[in-house]
């Protein structure tokens, strides 16, 4: 090995080029001509993200997960604030295993637990709800007119009479099924939380807060006689929270993991350590420099440095290979990691465009976390094509390969491994037509399956978590012993001031809610109208008979006087109704939409929006003067977590087909730009479709819908796969180029860069396989997809692609262009 | 408001032809496409049509030979000829809740309910009309009132020319409570408030009565063609609301209301007279067979008496939960229904009560004897059947299919 090795001895050059033919060659003389330079600003940029990674927020806010922009979610945001008091409720059933509730043991329990509940920080105590709390009251009506008291009297005392009394109290109450069970086995703490730390003046920590009760309830209190179950926004809010913290644990299996594979590999401990810090220097660039620029961390964006580590640990092997396999040849460090630079700056840097590109059609989706989610992991990519495509052959011509390493590259370059060897047939007239009768096949069955693909979130309770997780047991519990669902459609019915109460809107009202009921997948429903008429009706002796509206104004103003605030607006312009769904499948939500629009046809006033922001006399001046034949009124789509998701179902249904024309189109005009070649772009995309019908098909077989974490998968899979293809057919070009036939071309392939496309599969499979045993169910969805994706993508690339290659390429073509463009100079790579 | 009454009887007459339905669908569509306000009346909508509407809240059911006829909530009507085993929905112009329900005859009905509404039915409860409505009634009670204010100047009149101090403060109070009541009922008229009807009954196909609340009363001798004002024919100068009417002798009526209000006639209504009550609670229902009459009402309270209401005796029912509706059964025993899911079992003597909780203790309003001998209630949960013991039927209780 001579130091000498002249820059002008170098006698390849890049068989294709992105930008100009002249810009690559440059582009390294300029890196490698000023080493030390070139390292010193990647260390002070280095330096600099790093002190971005200390800026790094995680963000539970829920406005990043819904679709801003959908129309749904601008009516909701119009009046989130009127709305907000309804999410900020945690729930706690204590149940008594043995019996009911009515024993003096159970009751003293539930007082402990009530006083516990009571003090912890966060908990509105005045709003508070229990048997034990004196704002739960019976009431009757009697001769004299309603009679009333608190559920648990003042003499209680625990003996047979009072828990008589108390029973009787409680059917009285009108709670069975709200605080307490149906079957009376078990009653809830119905605890309201307030918005800001008394303390800190800061929004609540609901970590805190769940952990709290955790602590004092379910751990002091759980007992082979009492069970302790806990469901509500907030809490679900901190189970996710608690959920990230696993996600650490499994980036620090996956690097362990993948070092243990890249040792095996290189059997090198400085191709080993290289890549990884090269690729862990990505990661805290693409996090700093998200920092830097304002992001925060949410549940999706936190999954990015796991494709940033592995995207950039697969190209840093590519570069380690080439390096090993060059410097097996004789090249010393320098002329190495310059030869291997030059080789696989091409397809490297094609590849990584082409993942960059692909996130980037995620933009497409109208949902703050995807948007992110695609800038996030953008960035990164940009990130992996400075620090492993030039940081790891700049650093590399200083450290160069071990010797141990160099043997390890000669030695499979000598070897004629049987496995290789095997699947090089694939590349032949006689075997090529089996892969790709089974691909047809595969295709075909995969069509069929995905049929049953469908939008949305479709398992029960909380999606986001899993459906055996804690929170979704206990939901489960709720839901089956007490009169409530979890899926709640919001409808909220607009109207100008002060007329929420006038007899037209409440009788449109009154309609809607009945209209409602008759949909399929719809429960119930409850509004201030569901008020108004109890109230009436309690008005005239509790007479089932008059539980009507009125059309007298004063007795409607009466009924709805002490109406929950949830169930109209300050300015009584506004009244939701709320309508409970049995599940929030697809098919649900969009039922439960097509008729709230198909009776909006009906009864909302097409009048100009200015009528809704009038007050009474203003109205009334317009009814006068024939603007208006009545108080105007529309229903307006939605809110409730079955109203935001069906927004988010709209908004993923409509984006879902544009992001994969475009994501094709993306790794098409790459691909075509740089190979110049329609059959070169059939043999690398091909495998790709079928991968992405395959994954669509495992979707439906699996019942995972496209939601808003399993859209990003289709991008991702296919902008990361498509490396395996550019890699493979590169090398294999050079190959055909050298005048190998197709069998022998490819078997050469798949010795260097089909070792390293593997391996690169195998990688990023294990990196994305750990979060399938995250407990956050979404992330376990994106975790199985995107293993499968990979897998598939790298047997796509080393079988069909070959396969194909045998009948669309022509060789002879390859060759003529190349001689046309380059002469006699044997291309890099 | 003239287009859509004549839209609803077209609908009404052919419900079967959907083409025709999609037609006037689309002219419909035309219709409100031109018109700024797109919500009509209730009492000018029909009502949904829903494989539901046997499970919503209903508040009269009653039997006509093989038929059973329930009405309820958003103007529903369904009618049964298998027991309440199966369930069909009648068309109705209306959409407003619908109180009670009458059959003097095995094809004659009315049906009344809020807003003064009062529907007719002349097909043993297949198809029905309005016939009055609380817009008319209100009009009819401002009349009423009137001339019983004329009445009662008159009155004073007459009293003040005879000097006799007492007939002179009688005359004074009732023009009092007729200006009162005068005022009131143009305050309704004026402001669109209108009172709901809680009770019907019908001595035959032309002569009948409905009442309702604030004393409200409109009797007719045209089968309904006309309704007149007849609360100035009621001891009822507390205008206290009118639960239920009945038969009780060959020309006797009786009624009970609120605050323990009995009235009875015994010219077919044309002069009413209070009783004296045992109870000073609201009564929500009567059931008689001649002189032998049983009322109940708040918290339980049941009264019987044999003597067509001279004199009456406590039924003790062990149960406070407030009684809604009875009916006597063929073998002549009764049952009684009420809030909470309760029922009172009585003997043919109407006496050893025997009281049960249904299962999901929702409030009852009413209650009728299937011709197979079974007990169809109806109430907050729709209609539930119970056999003769009192145990629920559960047997699946279905609904033809509505055009929801």
Redesign the interface.
């Known amino acids: 090995m001579s130091n000498t090795t002249n820059l002008k001895n170098i006698k390849t050059e890049p068989e294709h080029y992105i930008i100009t033919p002249e810009s690559e060659p440059f582009l390294e003389r300029v890196l490698f001509a000023a080493r030390p330079l070139v390292l010193a600003v990647l260390a002070i940029l280095t330096v600099v993200f790093a002190y971005g990674l200390t800026q790094i927020r995680l963000d539970s806010s829920i406005e990043k997960y819904i679709p801003l922009k959908h129309e749904f979610i601008k009516n909701y945001l119009v009046h989130k604030d009127e709305l907000g008091s309804g999410l900020s409720n945690i729930k706690i059933s204590i149940e008594s295993k043995d019996g009911d509730i009515f024993t003096k043991d159970y009751m003293a329990t539930l007082q402990r637990i009530n006083d516990e509940v009571f003090f912890i920080k966060g908990v509105d105590r005045s709003a508070m709800k229990s048997l034990w709390t004196p704002n739960v009251r019976w009431t009757e009506v009697t001769e004299e007119g309603f009679q009333g008291g608190p559920v648990i009297p003042a003499t209680y005392d625990g003996s047979k009479e009072s828990l008589d009394q108390l029973r009787q109290n409680v059917l009285k109450s009108g709670q069975v099924g709200r605080l307490v069970a149906n079957n009376f086995s078990s009653t809830i703490i119905d605890i309201p939380l307030v918005e800001v730390d008394p303390d800190t003046g800061e929004k609540l920590d609901y970590k805190e807060l769940s952990q709290s009760i955790e602590e004092k309830v379910r751990d002091a209190f759980t007992s082979d006689k009492i069970a302790v179950y806990a469901t509500g926004t907030p809490k679900k809010l901190a189970d996710l929270l608690n959920g990230v913290a696993s996600i650490g644990l499994f980036f620090i299996a996956a690097i362990c993991f993948t070092a243990i594979l890249l040792y095996l590999y290189s059997r090198c401990i400085r191709g080993t350590l290289i890549p990884i810090i090269a690729s862990l220097i990505a990661v805290v660039w693409q996090l700093g420099a998200l920092a830097l620029m304002g992001f925060t961390i949410d549940l999706y964006s936190v999954l990015v440095p796991f494709l940033v580590f592995a995207i950039g640990i697969s190209h840093g092997v590519q570069i380690i290979s080439g390096i090993a396999i060059e410097s097996g040849k004789g090249s010393n460090k320098l002329m190495a990691s310059r030869l291997a630079f030059r080789g696989l700056y091409v397809p490297g840097m094609l590849a990584l465009l082409s993942d960059g590109l692909g996130f980037l059609t995620l933009l497409f989706i109208e949902i703050g976390v995807i948007q992110e989610l695609a800038i996030a992991a953008s960035v990164g990519v940009a990130m992996i094509i400075v620090t492993n495509l030039v940081l790891v052959p700049l650093v590399m011509s200083y450290v160069g390969i071990s010797q141990s390493g160099i043997r390890h590259a000669e030695n499979n370059e000598k070897a004629e491994p049987k496995l290789w060897k095997g699947i090089s047939k694939i590349a032949s007239k006689k075997i090529a037509p089996f892969p790709i009768i089974i691909a047809i096949v595969l295709a075909v069955l995969g069509v069929y399956q995905s049929q049953s693909l469908k939008i949305g979130d479709l398992d029960a309770g909380a999606p986001e978590l899993r459906p055996d997780s804690r929170y979704n047991l206990d939901n489960a519990y709720m839901v089956s012993n007490y009169s409530t669902s979890s899926d709640v459609f919001l409808v909220m019915v607009e109207t100008a001031k002060e007329q929420c109460n006038s007899y037209k809107v409440m009788d449109s009202i009154d309609r809607f809610m009945w209209y409602m009921e008759n949909v399929p997948g719809v429960q119930s429903t409850i509004s201030m109208v569901t008020v108004s008429k109890l109230v009436t009706k309690g008005m005239n002796e509790g007479n089932l008979k008059w539980s009507a509206l009125s059309r007298n104004q004063t007795i409607l103003n009466t009924s709805i006087q002490r109406a929950p605030a949830s169930l109209l607006n300050q300015d009584c312009s506004m009244a939701p109704v709320i309508v409970y769904l049995n599940d929030h499948k697809a098919e649900t939500l969009e039922n439960a939409v097509a008729a709230v629009k198909k009776f909006k046809v009906k009864y909302d006033d097409e009048v100009d929006a200015k009528y809704f922001a009038m007050d009474t006399a203003g109205i009334e001046a317009a009814i006068a003067a024939g603007e208006l034949t009545d108080v105007p009124v529309r229903f307006q789509l939605a809110s409730g977590n079955a109203g935001i998701e069906a927004a988010t179902n709209e908004v993923i249904g409509a984006a879902q087909n544009t992001m994969l024309i475009f994501v094709y189109v993306v790794v098409f005009a790459l691909c075509f730009a740089t190979f110049r070649s329609f059959r070169a772009v059939a043999c690398i995309l091909l495998p790709l479709a079928l991968t992405s019908i395959l994954c669509q098909a495992l979707m439906a077989y699996l019942g995972i819908g496209v939601k808003v974490a399993t859209l990003p998968v289709i991008a991702l899979g296919v902008g990361i796969g498509v490396d395996y293809g550019i890699y493979i057919y590169n090398r294999l070009e050079v190959m055909l180029i050298a005048g190998k036939s197709l069998q022998e071309a490819f078997f050469e392939t798949l010795k260097s860069t089909g070792k390293a496309v593997s391996f690169t599969g195998i990688t990023l499979a294990i990196g994305v396989g750990t979060w399938i045993f995250s407990p956050i169910k979404f992330q376990a969805d994106m975790g199985i997809l995107l293993t499968f994706m990979f897998v598939w993508n790298m047997l796509g690339a080393l079988v069909l692609l070959p396969a194909l290659a045998t009948f669309i390429l022509k060789p002879e073509q390859i060759i003529a262009r190349h001689k046309k463009l380059h002469g006699d100079i044997s291309p890099a790579g | 408001m003239r287009f859509h009454s004549i839209r609803n009887r077209i609908v009404t007459a052919v419900p079967q032809l959907t083409l025709i339905k999609s037609a006037l669908f689309a002219l419909s569509?035309m219709f409100?496409t031109f018109?700024?306000?797109?919500?009509q009346d209730?009492l000018e909508?029909p009502a949904?049509s829903?494989d539901?509407a046997h499970e919503?809240?209903l508040?009269d059911i009653t039997r006509i030979a093989s038929r059973l006829v329930a009405v309820g909530?958003?103007g529903h009507i369904v009618y049964s000829d298998d027991s309440g085993k199966s369930w069909r929905q009648a068309r109705t112009p209306s959409?407003?809740?619908l109180?009670?329900v009458y059959f003097p005859s095995a094809t004659m009905g009315w049906a009344v309910g809020?807003?003064g509404l009062i529907l007719h039915s002349s097909d043993a409860g297949e198809t029905w009309v309005k016939q009055f409505d609380?817009y008319l009634a209100n009009r009819a009670i401002v009349k009423g009132a009137r001339a019983n204010k004329e009445l009662a100047i008159a009155d004073l009149d007459k009293a003040k020319n005879s000097g006799d101090l007492t007939s002179i403060d009688n005359a004074e109070m009732h023009l009092e409570n007729a200006t009162y009541a005068l005022e009131d009922a143009q305050y309704?008229k004026k402001?669109?408030?209108?009172k709901?009807f809680?009770d019907v009954w019908f001595y035959d196909a032309k002569i009948g009565y409905a009442v309702g609340?604030y004393g409200m009363a409109f009797h007719t001798r045209d089968g309904g063609k006309s309704w007149i004002d007849w609360s100035s024919h009621l001891e009822n100068s507390d205008r206290l609301?009118i639960?239920g009417l009945t038969m009780v002798g060959p020309r006797s009526l009786m009624l009970v209301g609120?605050q323990g209000l009995i009235l009875r006639s015994d010219d077919m209504g044309a002069n009413w007279r209070a009783l004296p009550s045992p109870y000073?609670?609201?009564y929500?229902g009567i059931m008689a067979k001649a002189d032998n009459v049983l009322v109940f009402g708040?918290?339980g309270n049941l009264y019987h008496s044999v003597d067509g209401g001279i004199q009456w005796e406590k039924v003790y029912t062990n149960s406070e939960q407030?009684l809604?509706a009875g009916v006597a059964k063929t073998d002549k025993t009764s049952v009684l229904v009420g809030?909470?899911g309760s029922v009172i079992l009585l003997n043919r003597r109407s006496e050893d009560p025997k009281s049960i909780i249904l299962p999901g203790?929702t409030?009852s309003?009413s209650v009728a004897q299937a011709p197979d001998g079974s007990i169809v209630i109806v109430?907050?949960a729709g209609v539930e059947r119970i056999d003769v013991n009192g145990a629920v039927i559960n047997e699946s209780i279905t609904m033809a299919e509505?055009d929801?």
Do not use: C, I, K, Y
């Open positions: 569509l409100t018109s700024h306000a797109q919500w209730p909508t949904l829903t539901r919503s809240l508040l909530a958003h959409s407003v809740t109180t009670a809020h807003d609380g309704d402001s669109g408030s209108t709901p809680l609340a609301h639960n609120e000073e609670g609201s929500f708040l918290r407030t809604m809030n909470g203790r409030t309003a109430g907050e509505g929801f």
